[in-house]
């Protein structure tokens, strides 16, 4: 039989439908926005756990399913542990909001803007030193040299509120993929280089709580030391007493500087956003050929991803890989620090090798010619300055960042070194654009099509900026773009 509706009838079903349609769309929105939360790395409570992989696309999970999943390691959007998160709180509501906002945010902005001084060809400096000055030319390199940050109370709350979740992030996403792509590597103690808030040593914790039982923090500044334990703490007020102050994570250990020798070592050692804190080229040098000497498994470097980040990460990479330590010509005026070092027969990276990023140990591609730098992105959780911004209305922060990861040991080549991808990939009709770094120092743009590479295809398409690929460079099917 049929069923009549009349004008009012039809609009109240219609009203009905639209009603529903919207309560639907907006419930699905909300289970695949927590569905995305707790997949790789964010529960609902803002704790982060090691990542988990993504699915392939293949549903059967075979070998190669397993083995492709292995080399992602794009996150969700990363929030601090749930302590950390509620130990900020305190602290941040003691100071006025607005004030704190417009704080965080100058600083933080200097920070990203701020250049550094870079290494030069001494033969290009020579005719720039002028006669009977009695200066050398380091003298003259040290001229860029970007003043030395201070950071006092004001600063580090500052810092808190404005650059905590973005170097939790960054730091947290790197020591992720030591932890996945190494599921047998248990460190026992971890180093700490200019800590700040300790972002380092949470992220750590969050990946091997049950393993480490030490964590060294070095930083020069006291007040960033008392702002770090504030926050292991809960954000309640020191009160001195040992038996009543529990903190959240055991076996910190703060002092203000950093011993050259290097009879102990560490399974893990981080320096987080640091180099570019030190505004000399020489103790820069100084400081990664100890850290060097201090690591007994992984060396862990992160700076901002910007061209004086970069940089930063690219100096010490060609430092370690070519450098000569004890070469008077770059530590010049420096034998007092570096009167241990004889004793080892550890120079430039002997017995070591890059881990990550680069698949290779050549030099940097993108060196010349490149409009950006070699950089990757993390989504995390905004921070409270950003909260008072107009990235309130995106609900997250993309922290750029470069990165070098090395590893003590020789290189284990158990199969075909897989090349990384350093940009999004581009997914367009039946094929796909990715813009490699491969094994061979080269920096490429292939092309995977649908019909000739079926398995890379698919492959890629499940990729994210900044995971490893295995492609068959030498294969006709590829359309390579140099």
Same mark, same amino acid.
């Given at each position: 039989?049929?069923?009549?509706?009349?004008?009012?009838?039809?609009?109240?079903?219609?009203?009905?439908?639209?009603?529903?349609s919207?309560?639907?769309?907006?419930?699905?929105?909300?289970?695949?926005?927590?569905?995305?939360?707790?997949?790789?790395?964010?529960?609902?409570?803002?704790?982060?756990?090691?990542?988990?992989?993504?699915?392939?696309?293949?549903?059967?999970?075979?070998?190669?399913?397993?083995?492709?999943?292995?080399?992602?390691?794009?996150?969700?959007?990363?929030?601090?542990?749930?302590?950390?998160?509620?130990?900020?709180?305190?602290?941040?509501?003691?100071?006025?909001?607005?004030t704190?906002?417009?704080?965080?945010?100058?600083?933080?902005?200097?920070?990203?803007?701020?250049?550094?001084?870079?290494?030069?060809?001494?033969?290009?400096?020579?005719?720039?030193?002028?006669?009977?000055?009695?200066?050398?030319?380091?003298?003259?390199?040290?001229?860029?040299?970007?003043?030395?940050?201070?950071?006092?109370?004001?600063?580090?709350?500052?810092?808190?509120?404005?650059?905590?979740?973005?170097?939790?992030?960054?730091?947290?996403?790197?020591?992720?993929?030591?932890?996945?792509?190494?599921?047998?590597?248990?460190?026992?103690?971890?180093?700490?280089?200019?800590?700040?808030?300790?972002?380092?040593?949470?992220?750590?914790?969050?990946?091997?709580a049950?393993?480490?039982?030490?964590?060294?923090?070095?930083?020069?500044?006291?007040?960033?030391?008392?702002?770090?334990?504030?926050?292991?703490?809960?954000?309640?007020?020191?009160?001195?007493?040992?038996?009543?102050?529990?903190? @959240?994570?055991?076996?910190?250990?703060?002092r203000? %500087? =950093?011993? +050259?020798?290097?009879?102990? /070592?560490?399974? !893990?050692?981080?320096?987080?956003?640091?180099?570019?804190?030190?505004?000399?080229?020489?103790?820069?040098?100084?400081?990664?050929?100890?850290?060097?000497?201090?690591?007994?498994?992984?060396?862990?470097?992160?700076?901002?991803?910007?061209w004086?980040?970069?940089?930063?990460?690219?100096?010490?990479?060609n430092?370690?890989?070519?450098?000569?330590?004890?070469?008077?010509?770059?530590?010049?005026?420096?034998?007092?620090?570096?009167?241990?070092?004889?004793?080892?027969?550890?120079?430039?990276l002997?017995?070591?090798?890059?881990?990550?990023?680069?698949?290779?140990?050549?030099?940097?591609?993108?060196?010349?010619?490149?409009?950006?730098?070699?950089?990757?992105?993390?989504?995390?959780?905004?921070?409270?300055?950003?909260?008072?911004?107009?990235?309130?209305? @995106?609900?997250?922060h993309?922290?750029?960042?470069? %990165? =070098?990861? +090395?590893?003590?040991?020789? /290189?284990?080549? !158990?199969?075909?070194?897989?090349?990384?991808l350093?940009?999004?990939?581009?997914?367009?009709?039946?094929?796909?654009?990715?813009?490699?770094?491969?094994?061979?120092?080269?920096?490429?743009?292939?092309?995977?099509?649908?019909?000739?590479?079926?398995?890379?295809?698919?492959?890629?398409?499940?990729?994210?900026?900044?995971?490893?690929?295995?492609?068959a460079?030498?294969?006709?099917?590829?359309?390579?773009?140099?």
């Open positions: 039989s049929h069923v009549r509706v009349g004008t009012t009838g039809f609009t109240e079903m219609a009203t009905r439908t639209l009603s529903f919207h309560v639907l769309t907006k419930t699905l929105r909300n289970g695949l926005f927590l569905q995305r939360l707790t997949r790789n790395g964010v529960t609902s409570g803002g704790d982060t756990c090691p990542p988990k992989p993504r699915e392939s696309w293949n549903n059967k999970g075979g070998p190669e399913q397993r083995e492709r999943r292995r080399d992602s390691f794009s996150l969700a959007p990363v929030s601090p542990p749930r302590e950390l998160q509620a130990a900020l709180d305190n602290v941040l509501a003691r100071h006025a909001h607005k704190l906002a417009q704080d965080g945010t100058a600083l933080a902005n200097y920070l990203i803007s701020r250049k550094t001084t870079l290494s030069i060809d001494r033969k290009k400096l020579e005719p720039r030193v002028p006669e009977g000055t009695g200066k050398t030319p380091l003298d003259t390199e040290q001229r860029g040299a970007h003043p030395i940050l201070r950071y006092g109370n004001k600063e580090a709350v500052s810092y808190a509120a404005s650059r905590l979740e973005a170097t939790y992030g960054a730091t947290f996403r790197v020591l992720a993929e030591i932890a996945q792509r190494v599921p047998s590597f248990k460190p026992e103690t971890l180093l700490d280089f200019g800590s700040g808030l300790g972002t380092a040593v949470w992220a750590a914790h969050q990946l091997w049950e393993s480490i039982y030490e964590y060294m923090c070095v930083d020069t500044s006291q007040e960033m030391g008392e702002m770090a334990r504030l926050l292991r703490l809960g954000g309640q007020t020191l009160t001195g007493n040992t038996v009543l102050e529990k903190e @959240s994570i055991p076996g910190v250990f703060f203000q %500087y =950093l011993p +050259l020798s290097g009879k102990v /070592k560490y399974d !893990v050692v981080v320096a987080a956003y640091t180099l570019g804190e030190i505004p000399s080229i020489r103790w820069r040098k100084i400081s990664l050929a100890s850290l060097w000497r201090k690591t007994k498994e992984f060396l862990v470097l992160v700076e901002p991803g910007t004086s980040g970069y940089h930063n990460i690219l100096e010490a990479r430092f370690l890989l070519n450098s000569t330590w004890a070469d008077p010509e770059y530590l010049q005026d420096s034998s007092e620090y570096l009167q241990d070092f004889s004793d080892e027969d550890e120079t430039t002997q017995g070591g090798h890059i881990f990550a990023p680069c698949p290779h140990s050549h030099q940097c591609p993108l060196v010349y010619g490149s409009r950006v730098p070699c950089h990757f992105a993390q989504r995390v959780q905004l921070s409270f300055a950003q909260k008072h911004s107009v990235l309130r209305q @995106s609900g997250f993309i922290e750029k960042f470069s %990165y =070098l990861v +090395l590893q003590k040991g020789k /290189k284990v080549e !158990v199969r075909d070194n897989p090349s990384r350093l940009e999004p990939v581009k997914k367009r009709t039946r094929h796909a654009v990715c813009k490699l770094c491969c094994p061979d120092g080269q920096a490429r743009e292939v092309v995977f099509t649908k019909s000739k590479t079926p398995d890379t295809y698919r492959a890629a398409r499940e990729k994210r900026w900044g995971d490893l690929l295995e492609w460079g030498d294969s006709s099917d590829n359309n390579p773009r140099t």
